[in-house]
């Protein structure tokens, strides 16, 4: 269905940031359907095992995107999918969240195991310092870090930890070179989260799709702007819905 959109939050946080997006992207075009589907509450850290829950409770023939996290869990959907989806799009989704050999543009894995272990001991202060770095390099960092902090959804510990441990193992250049549908890949300039620099990465891997790159903004810019966000989408979906 070429007028309905899936979209998949990120980590730890619920659907609450993608809510504005969302009435955004309906109020520019009333014929596009914006679901938000909850991240599965899974134990688990196996990519498999989620991609089978959301293959199972995702509709299908859809526009697939997702927020950071869920633009990474999108992306592996279709792929497995391929023309079972109509297109994906992905905002402050890096293909591997954690720094390794083969794609040096991602987090540092010292800081990343930082942010297990203060998992481990306290959650909701973990959470906490999440949300302060997606607010990083937003216009109102503190009024945004709020906003993020009091949308999250009461989560058990051991989910919070199965998505911290999924978000490391995760790597989704494979399934982004093999998706054969049009692709937006979103990123901000003063992201903490996910370094500037996986945007030109990204456009090495994939030449031939679209890559934007919001110079002053962070990694909760679909929070901050949401109106001009989708706007971006907006024409990116009339663009590939015209070929």
């Not at 109020?27 to 909850?38: A, K, N, Y």
């Not at 994906?88 to 954690?98: E, G, K």
């Amino acid at each position: 269905m070429r007028d309905r959109l899936i979209l998949l939050p990120g980590w730890g946080l619920g659907v609450s940031p993608l809510e504005p997006l969302a009435a955004a992207l309906q109020g520019l075009d009333e014929h596009l359907r914006v679901e938000i589907e909850p991240l599965p509450a899974l134990l688990s850290s196996d990519p498999d095992e989620w991609l089978e829950e959301l293959d199972a409770t995702v509709p299908q023939d859809t526009w697939l995107g997702g927020w950071s996290l869920g633009g990474m869990l999108a992306s592996v959907l279709a792929a497995r999918r391929g023309e079972r989806c109509c297109g994906l799009l992905t905002m402050a989704s890096n293909p591997s969240f954690v720094a390794h050999e083969q794609w040096p543009s991602a987090m540092d894995g010292q800081t990343f195991d930082g942010f297990l272990a203060g998992c481990a001991v306290d959650p909701r202060q973990t959470l906490k310092r999440f949300s302060l770095l997606c607010a990083q390099g937003c216009g109102d960092p503190r009024g945004l870090s709020r906003l993020l902090s009091a949308g999250a959804p009461s989560t058990s510990p051991e989910v919070l930890m199965a998505g911290l441990e999924l978000l490391a193992r995760l790597d989704t250049r494979a399934a982004l070179q093999s998706f054969r549908g049009p692709q937006l890949h979103l990123f901000a300039g003063l992201d903490a989260l996910v370094p500037a620099e996986a945007a030109g990465d990204l456009l090495v891997l994939l030449p031939d799709v679209e890559i934007g790159l919001i110079e002053q903004a962070g990694h909760g810019f679909l929070l901050e702007d949401p109106h001009g966000v989708a706007a971006a989408i907006q024409a990116f979906l009339h663009e590939s819905g015209d070929d």
